[in-house]
Structures are given as structure tokens and as C-alpha cells.
């Protein structure tokens, strides 16, 4: 395998940004730290293959594993305290940035392509393993013309022998081991949760337990009053329409009181809403005005 020499970092044009480096590195640039770490540790800079690519994988591998977020503008930053990796052993008239002044310039036009193109952040492990697929196959390729110099060069039996069981073995089982990780995540250790039952009639203020479970609740709104259902439809607590009562007037003045935020403002009694897990205090302030449930079993204030 050759290793890209100072003169090969020359400009490169990304009209799309399709290629699964570039939407690797793109996605990458939108995570923190601690997100592109787990890829960063999959993906080596050699499987990168461009090199205006690859300094920019090198910049970002150099970041996250000193916990720095990988933001275009810091890698940027990053870039005139680390040249390319290729560069360590050049001499410095020979160095990319010797050769090429407006290298930086290059990787910046690069970098807010990358970060401005990825088409779906979410899929930052499918892209680490088609550059591992990638990768694995530019080295098979690489042994394969390794071991034709070997044959032509009459090396020894236990030599090609050797280069092929351990040397060239071992480098693509370690590919295939990391891309196989990249579609296999390893599972996140959860904590153990509670089944809590609902309990017959919600009673204010709930408990940690009890908001965990009103997760699929929905809020409710008929023409004349309110009503919490919960999964199965079972009527946990209403409020009856009271003439003169401002507050709860109407369904679009109850709904914002119960909850203010504005992004829920566009939402249909058709189709009720969901309560979140977060919403434990706004939950309590509506059922501490809301009548508990008829006892008789009245429910025609609840639509069908």
C-alpha cells in the first residue's frame, strides 16, 4: 500500500458531496465529542481515501480524542498546528503547505461542503462502514499486487506464506471486525424500569412513577370540558365546562394554559396530544383544578 506523497494533496472539486467519506466526515462535523468518538475509533485515517478528505478525518480525530467537538471552524483553526500526516517526514521545502500556500484555503472550501451537503446525519454508522467496505477492498486489491511483486521477485515459499497468514490476514480481519462493529452497534447497558399499574383514578400531585406511565396518556378536548384518557381509553380525570369560567372557556385557552409553550398551539382535538415525561408540573397544575372522575360513570363528556 502507498502512502500519499506531499504533491498528491493538490485541490479537489466536491460538486455533491456523495461520496460516503465526504458524508462521514460531514456527519461527523455536526456531533459532539463524545458521539464521533465511537466512530472515530472504528474508522482509521487510512481508510479515507482523498487527501484533502483525509487531513480533514486526521483534524477531527485529533479533536474528539482530545474531547474538542469537531466544528468546521475549529478544525480549521486546528489545521495550522497539524499538517497532513503525509507531511511528517517530508522535508519542510517539500512539505503540502510549502508546495501549496492555498491548501488551507482548500480544506476550508472542503469542510463547509462536508458539513453543509451530508444528506442524514442519523446514518453516520452506515457511512463508516461503506468507507470500512470501501477500505477493506482497496487493501485486498493492495496485498494482492504485494504478493504478485513477491512472486515475481522469486521471494521464498515461507515468506509469500508468512505475508499471507499473518500479515495479510491479520489487516483485513481487523477491517472486517471494525466494519462488522459499525452495522452491529455495541447495545447500551439500560437501567432497569419499573411497571408501575395506573392506578384507578389519577390523584394530584403524581408521583416520578406515575408520570412514567402517563407517557401515553392523551389530553382530550369535547365541546363542553376536558378529559385525560389514558392508553386504553379509560377516563382518568375531567373538568366540566363551568359557565363564566374564563379559564377554561375553550379548548384553545385550556390547552394554552396547560401548556404555553407555543409549539403546541397548532394542535387538533381530533387527534389529542401527548404528554411528555418532562411535563410532570404542568400535568399538576391542570389536575389540581380538574374534577377527579364521575363516580356514577357519566362519561357522555368524553368523545367517542
Excluded at 56 to 68: C, F, K, N, P, R
Excluded at 100 to 116: E, F, K, Q, S
Excluded at 158 to 180: F, K, P, Q, Y
Amino acid at each position: 500500500m502507498t502512502t500519499p506523497t506531499a504533491n498528491t494533496l493538490a485541490p479537489e472539486e466536491f460538486p455533491f458531496m456523495w461520496e460516503p467519506e465526504d458524508q462521514l466526515i460531514g456527519a461527523l462535523l455536526h456531533l459532539r465529542s463524545s458521539a464521533a468518538a465511537d466512530i472515530i475509533a472504528l474508522v482509521p485515517a487510512a481508510a479515507v481515501q482523498h487527501p484533502v478528505a483525509r487531513w480533514a478525518y486526521e483534524l477531527i480525530t485529533t479533536l474528539v480524542q482530545a474531547g474538542d467537538d469537531p466544528d468546521p471552524t475549529v478544525v480549521l483553526t486546528a489545521a495550522r498546528r497539524q499538517p497532513p500526516a503525509c507531511d511528517n517526514n517530508a522535508p519542510a521545502e517539500l512539505t503540502t503547505t510549502a508546495l501549496r500556500p492555498n491548501v488551507y484555503g482548500d480544506l476550508g472550501t472542503y469542510l463547509a461542503n462536508a458539513y453543509t451537503n451530508t444528506h442524514n446525519i442519523a446514518q453516520v454508522r452506515d457511512y463508516a462502514r461503506t468507507v470500512l467496505d470501501d477500505h477493506f477492498r482497496r487493501t485486498a486489491g493492495a496485498w494482492g499486487a504485494r504478493l504478485q511483486a513477491l512472486a515475481d521477485a522469486y521471494a521464498d515459499r515461507e515468506e509469500i506464506t508468512a505475508a499471507i497468514t499473518e500479515l495479510m490476514r491479520g489487516e483485513l480481519r481487523d477491517l472486517w471486525l471494525r466494519a462488522e462493529r459499525a452495522t452491529k452497534p455495541e447495545p447500551v447497558e439500560q437501567e432497569a424500569t419499573t411497571v408501575t399499574t395506573i392506578p384507578a383514578v389519577w390523584q394530584y400531585p403524581l408521583t416520578a412513577e406515575q408520570y412514567k406511565a402517563l407517557i401515553d396518556c392523551k389530553y382530550q378536548a369535547t365541546t363542553q370540558g376536558w378529559a385525560l384518557l389514558d392508553n386504553h381509553g379509560r377516563v382518568r380525570a375531567w373538568h366540566w365546562q363551568v359557565p363564566g369560567d374564563a379559564h377554561w372557556a375553550t379548548a384553545q385557552t385550556a390547552l394554552r394554559a396547560f401548556l404555553p409553550d407555543t409549539k403546541h398551539r397548532g394542535w387538533r382535538t381530533r387527534t389529542g396530544w401527548t404528554i411528555q415525561a418532562d411535563d410532570g408540573e404542568l400535568l399538576n397544575s391542570f389536575l389540581s383544578q380538574a374534577k377527579p372522575l364521575d363516580p356514577g360513570g357519566d362519561n357522555d363528556h368524553v368523545r367517542d
